[in-house]
């Protein structure tokens, strides 16, 4: 279903075709290609498929068609009771985040940051992301590695992965879905925004001690960013690495998750190993805890 931008039927066709030969059979939406404006339908209609879902225990996975703009206008009216007696993944980005900042910060459930119904064909086609999603589905050992960069801070950290677009967490900050982070590994990513946004949002997390406390930190893509006339003077990974300065704990930059090609699934609410060394990164996933924990 579409809690956001609206998508058309040729964008689906891919994904329903990839997910029938994983052996999974797709159920789509009732409103799925409405539209009212840059909306996948109105409020209630997205409201509507993305209640339904979560109440049917026969859904074992929701796959959001895409992001841009739209989740967090349905957060208030969710019910996820019903979830919860018999919880399922959730699996998407961008403005999916804020479903997954109410799963980690408030049911403690896990969920899938990972590519979405768009981005398995087409011109958003991205086959290595989309591999790392059926991984995850289909509870394959998920480990990655990535190459260093010279803002990262050495070191290894053992927490629960938390996180997603800084956009969307900095618009939920003060609210009952704000993300929590303390001892917990933070990932950040953003795309198409202005330099000085990016400062702005950072500064916010660290004048709320979103920063202090933290395990370790991954910054994903922060792809197409902008600047004014009179240039900002740092790039974005600097304006991170700024706010991390003397934290203590290690950081890593680069890896490959957010709006870019690939973008790897990441399980957040899940216990993760990170490893930041002079000649590369590392992040295994931990078995899960407990069953229910990841529907």
Not at 101 to 119: D, G, R
Request: glycine share 10%; proline share 5%.
């Amino acid at each position: 279903m579409a809690p956001a931008r609206k998508v058309a039927p040729e964008e689906m066709y891919a994904c329903m075709e990839t997910l029938q030969h994983w052996g999974l059979e797709p159920v789509a939406g009732s409103h799925l290609y409405a539209g009212h404006g840059q909306f996948a339908g109105t409020d209630r209609e997205r409201l509507a498929d993305l209640q339904d879902m979560l109440d049917n225990p026969d859904i074992r996975l929701i796959l959001f068609a895409r992001g841009g703009y739209g989740t967090t206008r349905l957060l208030r009216y969710l019910d996820f009771s019903s979830f919860m007696r018999s919880p399922k993944w959730l699996a998407g980005f961008s403005d999916i985040t804020a479903l997954h900042s109410h799963l980690q910060t408030n049911l403690h459930v896990e969920s899938i940051h990972a590519s979405m119904a768009l981005h398995f064909g087409g011109k958003h086609a991205d086959p290595e992301g989309v591999e790392s999603l059926r991984k995850v589905l289909f509870g394959e050992p998920v480990e990655y590695r990535w190459e260093p960069h010279p803002l990262n801070r050495i070191g290894t950290c053992r927490g629960i992965l938390c996180g997603g677009n800084l956009s969307v967490l900095y618009s939920l900050r003060g609210t009952s879905y704000d993300l929590l982070t303390g001892h917990r590994i933070l990932f950040l990513e953003d795309v198409d925004e202005y330099l000085y946004h990016i400062d702005r949002m950072m500064n916010n997390l660290w004048l709320g001690n979103r920063l202090d406390s933290l395990k370790g930190l991954i910054a994903g893509g922060f792809d197409r960013m902008h600047d004014n006339e009179t240039p900002f003077g740092k790039n974005a990974e600097n304006i991170v690495a700024g706010y991390t300065e003397g934290s203590g704990y290690p950081v890593s930059f680069g890896f490959p998750a957010g709006h870019c090609r690939p973008n790897l699934a990441l399980i957040l609410g899940r216990t993760v190993e990170m490893e930041v060394a002079q000649t590369g990164c590392r992040l295994r996933f931990m078995p899960p805890h407990r069953e229910v924990s990841h529907g």
